[in-house]
């Protein structure tokens, strides 16, 4: 049996070794030499000598051809105050510690090294086994348990952390955070006296990682401005709110906020547990930011970022909406739970959006926008019971799939410049509107197109500004023959590839603006919609349906709405 105390000098081993030298604290390390006595003597550390360089994944073995495998260590991610344990676990008997991530832990002696404040250990007498570490005398902020076996192996850094806050009193009073990452914990609910946090408290982050996170203090709304920080505020990165209550969750930056978080980049994370909703506006914010937004009520999540590149996650479990827009915008995923709209970039310019994933397993419909000139990717799924999706994207070759489990949603796409990749729901029952301009395309050519796979011929739109069918043309060589009637493309024996076939279509069409011929290239088949002047331009559209094979068109109101 082994008993470490990290301040004292008591150990008992029933063990056939002696360590030559008796150590106290934390920062000590000996060597270990064999005798016939068993002898009990204060040690701290393991009893292999570990003031040899190794490796955060293993350090060699005590012996020649002894235990080279470290083991692995195991934390439960929690909040806990420094009075408190926590249980780890290794895959090996040996030792555990807890450490301050501010800690650059390379091996063993990195860690007993360290700041007594940075770091504990407990003695794990079993594999596997929940074994309690204490986190008494610990420094506030982020730690992760490492695991030594017997022999001397340091594992990596356990997946869990474990947060130990630094706790805001109700009396105004200045908190400052040291050189590790530093977690200040508070309350806070409007025009409640007994609120641990306020415009009184001096906050200062210090070095590190520093977060605050406030919990409402009684049944109310938390609405958060720039008068709500102390101009004494610094230093600090993450900002996490959660309303237990049913009050609302506001917050607004700018003033003193701006100076608390002006270390460049913004981690904030809201939880509202109503049916109230949360508002957040950082259009007075510079910085970058990554929002992670969760209602468990039904409350609206409604987020508007600032200019700064932003990354924003939304979760509804409930019936409320998720809006969110921003000049800043650069990635957005949201996921709804009920007849809430999910509605992206509405507001303003979206100009660096390029990434939206979207989920609907309600009813709510989705509207996304994205005035991105480059490359967007969006996937939507529809896993609920009603809801249209509509999605807008400007220039760029732009990637739009559609997923789900529901095939009935009505589907607007407007895809924009670009050769847009478009994916339907395969096996889809409501009608899917691909809107197209003169400009979606750029000059069309072999690689240069429009891409709709799971196209319903019977069920599916695709719009124009204008679309007629085109003039009837009696073909040769190089000049495609085209029905008036049908709009279907048939070709001289002589052009046989894509291109030919292609600048046969182009030859033959004629002067009208919208006239649209459609012919079979293999199993697909391809749209052309002319401008009307002679020659591709970049004012004409080339559409390939993926799989699909070539029959009349139907063309009613500036639509093809059905294909034989």
Not at 94 to 100: D, F, P, R
């Amino acid at each position: 049996m082994e008993t470490y105390r990290k301040y004292s000098s008591l150990v008992t081993l029933t063990t056939s070794l002696v360590l030559a030298t008796a150590l106290f604290g934390c920062g000590g390390s000996g060597t270990a030499t064999t005798t016939t006595t068993a002898t009990a003597v204060p040690v701290t550390t393991p009893t292999t000598d570990t003031s040899s360089s190794s490796s955060s994944s293993s350090s060699s073995s005590g012996e020649s051809g002894g235990d080279n495998t470290a083991p692995t260590a195991t934390a439960t991610t929690e909040t806990i105050v420094n009075t408190a344990n926590t249980n780890v676990q290794s895959t090996e008997v040996g030792t555990a510690y807890l450490v301050n991530t501010s800690v650059t832990v390379t091996n063993l002696a990195s860690i007993t090294g360290a700041a007594n404040a940075s770091w504990n250990q407990v003695a794990i007498a079993a594999a596997n086994t929940p074994t309690a570490l204490a986190a008494a005398g610990l420094d506030s902020g982020t730690y992760k348990v490492y695991a030594v076996d017997e022999t001397g192996n340091l594992s990596t850094a356990s997946v869990g952390t474990v947060t130990i806050p630094f706790p805001l009193t109700a009396v105004a009073g200045a908190f400052n955070g040291g050189a590790g990452n530093e977690t200040f914990s508070g309350t806070f609910t409007d025009g409640d006296a007994a609120s641990t946090f306020d415009a009184g408290d001096v906050i200062v982050g210090g070095g590190g990682t520093d977060s605050l996170h406030l919990i409402s203090q009684s049944v109310g709304a938390m609405t958060l401005t720039g008068p709500s920080w102390n101009a004494g505020d610094s230093g600090l990165t993450s900002l996490v709110v959660r309303n237990t209550g049913a009050g609302t969750i506001g917050l607004t930056a700018g003033g003193n906020f701006n100076t608390a978080y002006s270390t460049g980049h913004l981690n904030l994370t809201t939880t509202g547990d109503a049916a109230n909703p949360t508002t957040v506006v950082l259009t007075a914010y510079a910085g970058t930011a990554t929002i992670v937004a969760t209602e468990i009520g039904a409350g609206l999540i409604d987020i508007t970022t600032g200019a700064g590149a932003s990354t924003v996650s939304a979760t509804n479990t409930a019936a409320g909406g998720e809006t969110v827009n921003g000049t800043g915008l650069t990635s957005v995923t949201l996921v709804s739970g009920g007849a809430g709209a999910q509605t992206i970039g509405s507001v303003g310019a979206t100009n660096t959006l390029t990434s939206i994933t979207t989920t609907q397993n309600g009813s709510g419909a989705l509207t996304a926008t994205s005035t991105s000139a480059t490359a967007v990717t969006v996937s939507a799924t529809n896993n609920g019971t009603a809801g249209g999706q509509t999605i807008v994207t400007a220039g760029g070759n732009d990637t739009i799939t559609l997923l789900g489990t529901y095939t009935g949603s009505v589907v607007s796409i407007t895809a924009g410049a670009g050769a847009d990749t478009l994916t339907l729901l395969a096996g889809h029952a409501g009608i899917n509107t691909i809107v197209q301009t003169t400009a979606s395309t750029g000059i069309p050519t072999t690689t240069n197109f429009d891409s709709i796979t799971n196209y319903s011929k019977a069920l599916d739109n695709i719009g124009c500004t204008t679309l007629i069918l085109p003039t009837a043309s009696v073909g040769g060589i190089g000049v495609a023959t085209i029905s008036a009637v049908t709009g279907i493309a048939t070709f001289n024996g002589a052009d046989i590839t894509f291109a030919s076939h292609l600048a046969a279509v182009v030859a033959g069409v004629g002067a009208g603006a919208g006239e649209t011929v459609i012919w079979q290239e293999g199993v697909d088949s391809y749209i052309f919609i002319s401008d009307g002047a002679a020659g591709a331009t970049a004012t004409d559209v080339l559409i390939k349906l993926v799989n699909r094979t070539t029959g009349a068109l139907t063309i009613a109101g500036n639509k093809i709405t059905a294909i034989a």
